[in-house]
């Protein structure tokens, strides 16, 4: 086996095992489902995290989905992950699927939607310790991944003004 190989494999372990690690609750298949698939990728192209707000003050996953498939008119929710404000985790697509949250790169990024309007108030610090223990676990299998806002690759505030990504990043990253 090549160290892809070894490194594909250690991935797709994870998609089992985050529930169980993580304190995250793995509700994929709950989720509302549109008329068609969204595709698969390989783990190891995976290269970014994409941090997203919902730019509501409150939501759901299920609202979301019921929204990027009855009105968006997606396979399912656009994103891999949601974080309520009380720092609750949702696993909401598999790692493997490539969903519709960052146009141009979905291929190669995981989607973490941060419930609540960060335009217009301050994240919850549970919702951010959450935010930057996802962040470390994932990366023990798929290694240190750039962290980006969704501002980063569209015209959008996403993630909003009180979200600074690099602050992000530097925590989930320290030694």
Partial sequence: MSKNDDMEVLALAALLLI???????????ELPKGNSNYSKRSIS????????????????PKAYANYH????????????????????????????????HTSGQNT????????????????????????????????????RLDIHGHNDFSSKSCPGDHINVQTISNLAYAV
């Fill in 45 to 60: 192209s995976i290269d970014k995290i994409v941090i997203h707000h919902s730019a509501t003050n409150s939501g759901t």
């Fill in 69 to 100: 498939v009855n009105t968006r008119g997606w396979p399912g929710i656009g994103y891999h992950f949601v974080i309520q404000k009380d720092g609750s985790v949702f696993q909401t697509n598999y790692l493997d699927t490539v969903s519709y």
């Fill in 108 to 143: 190669r990024s995981i989607g973490i939607c941060l419930t609540g309007n960060y335009d217009s108030q301050q994240p919850p610090a549970l919702q951010l310790d959450a935010l930057i223990n996802l962040i470390r676990y994932l990366a023990k299998f798929l290694g």
């Fill in 19 to 29: 529930p169980k690690k993580a304190g995250l609750k793995n509700i994929v298949e």
